[in-house]
């Protein structure tokens, strides 16, 4: 429409007759029809629509809401949708905060009941008989700001529950009332009165009903079958996380901030960790270690089963031990994993090393010659001597039958200190060995390694190792020769060769294989030859050192064997710490005489229940390289 152009008589378009009536003075008549052109109809609904008055934008969309008009739908949908977004955002906000910051904003009583909600897993061993099980128990707590008589609150408490020490109850009583008083705190503060009560305690202490005092729902970890496996398992605190073995291990793997993120609210909702562990025999390991121990007279000992073909530990027990039910005893220092957490000197069983040493360079064979005669090695000021001297040439496999010193010090000379180094390494027995077990210890080497210390360490003195990690050189010479690290948790053959590292040739397993079998038929592995199960092995006796010097009637015992040598499944171990010598042994205490004769009712009695089979008939041709190359005494262990 043209700005300069008249705005219309808009009534007398809309009524033509309102200016041509009776009030105008004119005469009546019928006015004719208007007719108005489709342009200046368009025009004129412009201008109408330009004279109305706008309404506010904000008014509009208040309005649109509570139209019907379903295109309209769409923009309270949108708006309902941003108000729960900005709902769930601040609430999103608030619980990221408070896991980023978790002390922030949290009173005393919100932090000790997420300490006692704490859910683990069930333990279980191999065949999935529970080692390990949570049970709902309650916790009894006290708000000192709400006990108004602290006496008769104490009076009252200590007589239902009596392990309570009344003094020390009502110190913590007073002792937060005058904290919460002097910092004019409006809480009623919290303590601890006792954790874990038993459901009649709970409900004596709930008649009581004395103000200030309330309960909170806990976690008590028990373990029901007592002391048996304690050293692998381990213990949990008072708020049920994790402080020794298997146990403080789950917490590694993630248990304590799943429970934290509230991702846990029922024991099921957590998979059981299911160790390698086999429950018959190391009930029946841990009974013939007893008895070992009694009948010998020592102080302590240990006993295990190595599966070869995986590294599972399939029995471990070391005494004294503990019942992880109560704990306390475990902080004595003679209930060590002498396993895992104790380092000695192996004595001989180190010889298995240094024949496999030797052979593995290639500068020896299984048909070389060790000149022993006159029983003496001298080697500067050092005099090495013969504990069985032959006072002859012997072969190597008589240099681990009669465990010779000169013999195997020769070895060791003849690879050298570099090369003896180097092997051991390879071996895994210059390293802290790790497992599941957050308990280990590093193995004592000399800080100045020269041809002496090879020519000790030969055979056994000098290089302090974990009984563990020396078990698993040996079940690397047993299996083909294959070094797998020790587990505690359960796993197949496929997976624990991919893990697996080559350390000797299969030649070299061999002949080691066919040198221990020879050694339980005629030299000082006899004791655990048990028929039928074609078993080999090697003891080991070493001098316990006590303020710098070795003590000649304080020995250290170990035997290892393993069965069936012709294609090796376990290996049983045993070690004794001062064992006394008996009639019986004629007054010896050596290896042989104890954990050797230990180790022989170990594999008689638990052999059936792992499900070795018994060999009827000897083997046939197990050893076909040793009989190629025309080794000592082939023919005795070779079978038919």
Do not use: C
Request: glycine letters at 8%; a neutral charge.
């Amino acid at each position: 429409m043209d700005p300069h152009e008249p705005v219309p008589d808009l009534a007398a378009a809309e009524h033509p007759e309102a200016g041509h009536g009776a009030e105008a003075g004119g005469p009546e008549v019928q006015a004719p029809e208007a007719v108005v052109a489709p342009e200046e109809a368009s025009r004129l609904a412009a201008a109408v629509a330009a004279l109305r008055p706008r309404r506010r934008p904000l008014a509009d969309l208040v309005g649109s809401m509570f139209r019907l008009a379903i295109e309209r739908s769409h923009t309270r949908v949108a708006i309902v949708g941003l108000a729960f977004l900005g709902v769930f955002g601040a609430i999103s906000g608030k619980l990221i905060y408070r896991a980023a910051f978790p002390g922030k904003g949290l009173n005393e009583h919100a932090v000790a009941a997420a300490a006692t909600t704490t859910i683990r897993p069930d333990i279980v061993d191999r065949n999935g008989e529970v080692l390990a099980t949570d049970i709902r128990t309650v916790s009894v707590f006290a708000e000192p700001g709400n006990i108004y008589d602290v006496d008769e609150a104490v009076e009252l408490l200590t007589a239902v529950l009596p392990t309570l020490d009344a003094g020390d109850l009502r110190k913590k009583i007073e002792d937060k009332k005058e904290w919460l008083k002097r910092r004019g705190k409006t809480d009623p503060g919290f303590i601890w009165v006792k954790r874990e009560l038993t459901p009649k305690q709970q409900a004596e202490v709930h008649r009581l009903g004395i103000p200030g005092i309330g309960f909170l729902p806990d976690h008590k970890r028990v373990y029901p079958n007592g002391v048996a496996a304690a050293h692998i398992i381990g213990a949990t605190n008072l708020d049920n996380i994790g402080i020794a073995g298997i146990e403080k291990y789950i917490d590694t793997q993630g248990n304590k901030a799943l429970n934290e993120f509230g991702f846990v609210a029922k024991q099921t909702d957590l998979k059981p960790v299911q160790l390698s562990l086999d429950l018959r025999a190391q009930f029946a390991v841990r009974d013939e270690l007893a008895w070992g121990i009694e009948h010998f007279k020592a102080k302590a000992g240990a006993s295990m089963i190595l599966d070869v073909t995986t590294g599972e530990v399939i029995a471990l027990v070391s005494m004294p031990d503990f019942d992880p039910n109560d704990p306390k005893d475990a902080l004595s220092p003679d209930r060590i994993n002498r396993m895992n957490v104790g380092v000695y000197e192996m004595g001989s069983t180190f010889k298995a090393m240094t024949l496999a040493m030797a052979l593995e360079s290639g500068k020896f064979n299984v048909n070389s010659t060790f000149d022993t005669r006159g029983g003496v090695l001298n080697w500067g000021r050092q005099k090495i001597h013969e504990y069985h001297g032959t006072n002859r040439v012997i072969t190597m496999p008589e240099v681990f039958t009669h465990s010779s010193n000169i013999g195997s010090a020769k070895m060791a000379l003849g690879v050298g200190v570099p090369g003896h180094k180097a092997f051991l390494k390879k071996m895994g027995l210059l390293d802290r060995l790790r497992t599941e077990l957050p308990e280990s210890a590093a193995p004592i080497i000399p800080p100045r390694w020269t041809e002496i210390n090879t020519i000790t360490i030969a055979f056994g003195h000098g290089l302090a190792v974990a009984p563990l990690q020396a078990s698993a050189a040996v079940a690397a010479i047993a299996n083909g020769g294959f070094l797998m690290t020790p587990t505690f948790l359960k796993t197949t053959p496929d997976a624990a060769m991919e893990k697996a590292t080559r350390v000797l040739r299969s030649d070299t397993s061999e002949a080691m294989r066919f040198i221990m079998r020879l050694n339980a038929v005629e030299g000082s592995a006899k004791k655990a030859s048990i028929p039928l199960y074609y078993v080999g092995g090697k003891t080991g006796t070493a001098e316990k050192v006590i303020n710098g010097r070795y003590v000649k009637n304080r020995l250290f015992t170990t035997f290892m064997a393993a069965a069936p040598m012709n294609n090796p499944k376990y290996l049983f171990v045993t070690l004794m710490d001062e064992p006394q010598g008996l009639p019986e042994s004629g007054g010896y205490a050596t290896a042989a005489w104890n954990s050797g004769v230990v180790t022989g009712r170990v594999i008689e009695r638990v052999a059936p229940i792992l499900g070795l089979p018994p060999q009827f008939e000897p083997p046939v041709k197990p050893f076909p390289l040793m009989v190629k190359l025309g080794a000592y005494h082939a023919d005795k262990v070779d079978g038919r």
